[in-house]
């Protein structure tokens, strides 16, 4: 049996271990034995309940601090206690932890570029440390094209790079007019209402504010339009504040944090991604494989998943004009729309599905066995 372990630091579930818990579950069954290592200060965490619910193996390694070398030296010996071991890291901390601990048990390390937030001084010094970091890995793993050019421009040779763009479990499907009435009578929204959400944390680097500003401006013009704001974070005091200032009261609502994203999916008209940053989101698929077409900032792999104007709509980023239109030009014609959206879902099924991405992943894992350090020649160098 042969063992892959990732390694995270988190304290939920977003994009990068929604895709880990999802390996996680697509292996089973095979000669692979997938865990999860989560470098954190306790084991009661919201990611730590949705691990246990769905079966997947995993412990919590305490760290004190930002860099426990006592931590590091149990990592190490987690990672060498079983032959055929490849340790797959995500996030810098995680990056950091396993670099360290993957040379000291001599076992092959890879780590995955998700994407960047930038959303502060400290943590672009932490990405500025982790891209340094990707330099020693023996293979970086990014999502997309845009995020290759980065770790090249990092320092990593191109020859232990591999595009592997991010893929959503087949689960997520189109739904039918009775669907889409019962999500909105669940969400307390008129059958008749044009439903447009953003969901993502609540940080600066989602753009939330902007897509607020687009619904001030967007209201009058369709008054029937409803704003809805799936996600939690830093800035919802901010984001609540500005809707009220702008008087936008029962036409933006703030959802909170949800676990049941597929049964909101049918609910929404359009997606909206006012992103600065981003990798390449999930939430992006799973709108379009719900046949929701997404009006973008086309920032790093968004571009690679929307086609604009086919399944899409894309805008420069932070053009608050230019996003406000594209939505007015689909909230104001419902057979584009629905053209789009079909499209979309069509996309989705052929290239974006979890069973021809986790193919791609196993072929990287077996390449990593040969021995660290070796070009994974069964992966390649770019998608």
């Not at 990592?75 to 340790?87: F, N």
């Not at 049918?266 to 719900?290: K, T």
């Not at 021809?356 to 070009?375: H, N, S, T, W």
Request: hydrophobic fraction near 45%; include cysteine.
């Amino acid at each position: 049996m042969k063992t892959l372990i990732h390694i995270i630091s988190a304290d939920d579930v977003f994009g990068p271990e929604k895709t880990v818990i999802n390996e996680c579950l697509a292996l089973r069954g095979s000669d692979w034995h997938a865990r999860i290592i989560n470098i954190w200060h306790t084991d009661d965490t919201p990611i730590s309940r949705k691990l246990r619910e769905a079966g997947i193996d995993h412990e919590c390694l305490q760290s004190i601090g930002k860099l426990d070398l006592g931590a590091i030296r149990v990592l190490a010996g987690k990672l060498a206690a079983q032959p055929g071991t490849v340790a797959h890291s995500h996030g810098y901390k995680a990056d950091l932890y396993t670099l360290l601990a993957a040379r000291r048990a001599k076992v092959t390390a890879l780590t995955t570029a998700h994407g960047w937030t930038s959303e502060n001084a400290k943590v672009r010094l932490y990405e500025r440390l982790q891209a340094f970091l990707w330099r020693f890995f023996d293979r970086v793993v990014c999502v997309s094209q845009s995020y290759r050019q980065l770790a090249i421009a990092a320092g990593v040779p191109d020859r232990r790079i591999t595009v592997v763009h991010n893929a959503i479990r087949s689960s997520y499907q189109a739904h039918g007019a009775q669907a889409r009435s019962d999500a909105r009578a669940a969400l307390g929204l008129e059958d008749d209402a044009q439903v447009v959400a953003i969901v993502g944390r609540l940080g600066i680097e989602k753009g939330h504010r902007l897509f607020v500003d687009a619904a001030a401006q967007l209201a009058p013009r369709f008054p029937k339009a409803r704003f809805l704001i799936a996600g939690e974070g830093a800035q919802r005091a901010e984001i609540e504040a500005q809707v009220a200032q702008l008087k936008l009261d029962g036409t933006v609502r703030l959802l909170g944090h949800r676990n049941d994203l597929p049964a909101i999916y049918p609910a929404l008209d359009l997606l909206a991604m006012a992103s600065l940053r981003e990798g390449l989101p999930n939430v992006l698929l799973e709108a379009m494989l719900h046949g929701v077409p997404g009006v973008a900032m086309a920032v790093g792999g968004i571009p690679e998943v929307v086609s604009d104007g086919v399944d899409g709509l894309l805008v420069p980023p932070g053009d608050l004009a230019r996003f406000v239109e594209s939505l007015a030009s689909l909230l104001g014609d419902p057979a584009r729309r629905a053209a789009m959206g079909a499209a979309a879902a069509a996309k989705v099924r052929d290239g974006f599905l979890f069973d021809a991405r986790m193919k791609r992943m196993v072929e990287i894992y077996e390449a990593g066995l040969v021995r660290p350090g070796a070009p994974a020649s069964a992966a390649g160098s770019a998608a």
